[in-house]
């Protein structure tokens, strides 16, 4: 025991170096290691097509309008965010969300220290002697719960609203569990005033926080005096962080990504209001039908176990600290109920509030957990310094089999924090990758004429313009979103008769009657007259496919690419047609290694599944694009492409097959 108590003075520092600051310390070391965990898996540029992230990487550095309800805050700090010098303007949007992931996770260790340390129980007349090591560590658990989840570690390395939502809702609940000072206690209130304003400027969903602090500060303020002048200038600090919402008609002449902004004072408060998003409470638009295991297993799902989340709920009653109870338990059902009536699709992310709570409450458990651990509760232990005592006082008092019984417990939750990060680290690193940027990379490096169109889903058009501004390229290619096909057919048709070139992100119904139709890289050209000769770069084949199909050329080239492994091939085929075709045939493009093994293929509807062989017409010439992606560890070339043709309705009969020469 002697060697036991030498080793922890020789190791740690004595109380008074440390106790002042060592909470300070502590999280700034969980925000370190935080920021460094999701820079791992940091998305390196826009990785999204059809949600938010993309729009607001854009957005931020247009200095635009967001979609409802503008967002106004979170774009001006996004903006602040695209000026700094690391990478390109999506990863500056998406650094963002880490650094306030990251700063949410260090709040959150300093509100269960608050909790924890200020626990006071009537069963035994006093403060509940909680040994300091004891909260400091219950603290980093419950912050590394929450900061390992899946969905919050996820919504900590894109550009989402949702990090900084989480922030305000960690330090508004540490901000008001805080006591005052005395006899300033109205400068807290006039603090929370401000922040509560401030972060109603970011997310509405704040206000269902309000109900729990209202109740929380009704039960441990009201003996303070609070005159009429106090709580007037409270109110008009809270209400003064609102004018941020000016923002919205000051920049109105630039208007959201889809154009329904209007700038005007009906089109700023259907924008601030939101209205049209009430649908998912009173309706189910998209027929979301969730029972309570869903949510059961999206709640373990996050924490891996919620055990320590049920202690920390006991411990607190044991306790009696029920008015931090009420705080915490009002909240979470509030976020809870909303969550369950509201029917949208990514329902996840509304939970994050009501995982910081249980977070909270794991690492109040931790706590609880250690303290039994280490026998604290004995009343030999209860001696003043024993709640705020430095780790190296708290250790030296532990016997040797209490210190065992103690890691124990801490390699529990080292466990379960260790699972998570298995879990979830490989799939945000699948996920958050450089394909998406590629894509839009490839659109904005095809050969456009001098006219030329795209049109497409809002999503795409927002990739497209993303590109266009941030990087200055092909700015003169005009884009046009239209989510409805009816739409995009009669703009197609509009911008024909004014002589552009017009080009499509995806297969359009209505279009393969009308118009001729090939591909160029990743889009699709619409044309009122057919190919009829061999660009002059293509390399000349004229071998029979099918008797009606003859390949006429082909080129080879090597995809946009960034990231580990080669660059994906690409086979750009063009085929003429030599009679009318009675069946919809399907493509197999492959790549053989030199034994004649298949190291790659891709199955697909000629001309990106836009143009089926029942509507090519004699004579004309159609251009189609395979691309082929090796595996990353695939050696150095050559392989040799086969193009098989088959008949999907026949059991995939093949059809008839081309050979090309091998490529590197």
């Known amino acids: 025991m002697e060697d036991w108590r030498f080793f922890s003075h020789a190791l740690l520092p004595p109380p008074s170096a440390v106790s002042k600051y060592l909470p300070f310390f502590i999280s700034a070391i969980l925000f370190t290691a935080?920021?460094?965990?999701?820079?791992?898996?940091?998305?390196?540029?826009?990785?999204?097509?059809?949600d938010d992230s993309l729009e607001f990487q854009l957005v931020t550095y247009q200095l635009g309008i967001a979609h409802p309800t503008g967002y106004p805050l979170y774009t001006l700090l996004g903006k602040l965010f695209t000026f700094l010098p690391v990478g390109n303007v999506a990863f500056r949007v998406n650094l963002m969300s880490a650094v306030f992931g990251a700063a949410t996770v260090a709040l959150l260790y300093l509100l269960i220290r608050q909790v924890g340390a200020n626990s006071h129980s009537p069963r035994i007349n006093g403060p509940l002697p909680l040994p300091g090591w004891a909260v400091h560590l219950g603290g980093v658990g419950g912050a590394l719960l929450l900061a390992t989840g899946p969905v919050f570690w996820q919504q900590a390395t894109i550009a989402e609203v949702y990090a900084l939502n989480t922030f305000f809702?960690?330090?508004?609940?540490?901000?008001?569990?805080?006591?005052?000072?005395?006899?300033?206690?109205?400068?807290?209130?006039?603090?929370?005033?401000?922040?509560?304003?401030?972060?109603?400027?970011?997310h509405r969903t704040m206000v269902l926080l309000l109900p729990a602090l209202a109740l929380y500060l009704y039960l441990t303020r009201r003996a303070y005096r609070f005159t009429w002048k106090i709580l007037a200038l409270g109110a008009l600090l809270g209400l003064a962080p609102l004018l941020l919402y000016l923002y919205l008609p000051l920049r109105g002449h630039i208007g959201s990504l889809d154009g329904t902004y209007q700038n005007n004072w009906p089109g700023f408060w259907r924008q601030v209001g939101a209205g049209g998003y009430g649908t998912f409470i009173f309706d189910n638009p998209f027929d979301h039908e969730r029972s309570a295991g869903f949510y059961w297993d999206l709640m373990r799902s996050h924490f891996y176990t919620l055990v320590p989340g049920f202690v920390g709920i006991f411990y607190l009653l044991w306790v009696g600290r029920r008015k931090i109870l009420a705080l915490t338990g009002l909240a979470f059902l509030t976020y809870f109920t909303f969550n369950i009536f509201y029917r949208v699709t990514d329902i996840e992310v509304f939970f994050i509030p009501v995982f910081l709570i249980w977070a909270m409450w794991s690492g109040v458990g931790a706590t609880f957990l250690?303290?039994?651990?280490?026998g604290a509760g004995r009343a030999a232990n209860r001696r003043p310094g024993m709640l705020e005592g430095s780790i190296s006082t708290g250790f030296m008092k532990l016997s040797a089999w209490r210190v065992a019984l103690t890691g124990l417990t801490l390699v529990i939750f080292g466990f379960i924090i260790f699972q998570n990060i298995r879990a979830t680290r490989p799939l945000l690193a699948q996920r958050n990758t450089w394909h998406v940027h590629d894509y839009g990379l490839d659109i904005l490096r095809q050969p456009f004429e001098d006219q030329a169109a795209i049109v497409g889903l809002v999503g795409e058009m927002t990739l497209i313009r993303y590109f266009q501004q941030t990087e200055t390229m092909r700015p003169q290619v005009e884009t046009i979103a239209a989510d409805l096909e009816a739409d995009r057919l009669v703009t197609v048709e509009k911008l024909l008769r004014e002589g552009k070139s017009v080009y499509l992100t995806r297969e359009l119904r209505g279009a393969p009657e009308r118009w001729f139709?090939?591909?160029?890289?990743?889009?699709?050209?619409?044309?009122?007259?057919?190919?009829?000769?061999?660009?002059e770069e293509v390399v000349p084949a004229n071998q029979t496919a099918v008797p009606e199909i003859t390949l006429a050329g082909y080129g080879v080239s090597r995809v946009p690419h960034t990231g580990a492994g080669p660059?994906?091939?690409?086979?750009?085929?063009?085929?003429?047609?030599?009679?009318?075709?009675?069946?919809?045939?399907?493509?197999?493009a492959r790549l053989l290694n030199q034994a004649g093994e298949i190291v790659t293929a891709t199955d697909a509807a000629p001309v990106h599944f836009a143009y089926p062989t029942t509507a090519w017409r004699p004579g004309e010439i159609v251009s189609d694009v395979y691309d082929l992606t090796l595996p990353v560890d695939s050696p150095?070339?050559?392989?040799?492409?086969?193009?098989?043709?088959?008949?999907?309705a026949q059991n995939a009969t093949e059809v008839g097959r081309v050979e090309l020469k091998p490529v590197n």
């Open 370 to 374: 250690l303290q039994i651990a280490a």
């Open 169 to 202: 809702v960690a330090l508004l609940l540490l901000i008001v569990v805080t006591p005052p000072a005395p006899p300033k206690e109205h400068r807290q209130f006039y603090w929370l005033a401000f922040l509560t304003g401030l972060s109603l400027t970011h």
């Open 567 to 588: 660059a994906p091939v690409r086979l750009a085929l063009y085929w003429r047609a030599e009679a009318i075709i009675s069946a919809n045939l399907k493509v197999s």
């Open 34 to 50: 935080s920021l460094a965990l999701y820079l791992t898996t940091l998305a390196p540029s826009v990785v999204t097509l059809f």
């Open 636 to 648: 150095p070339g050559p392989y040799t492409p086969l193009l098989i043709w088959y008949d999907p």
């Open 517 to 535: 139709l090939g591909a160029v890289g990743p889009l699709i050209r619409v044309g009122p007259a057919p190919l009829s000769a061999l660009p």
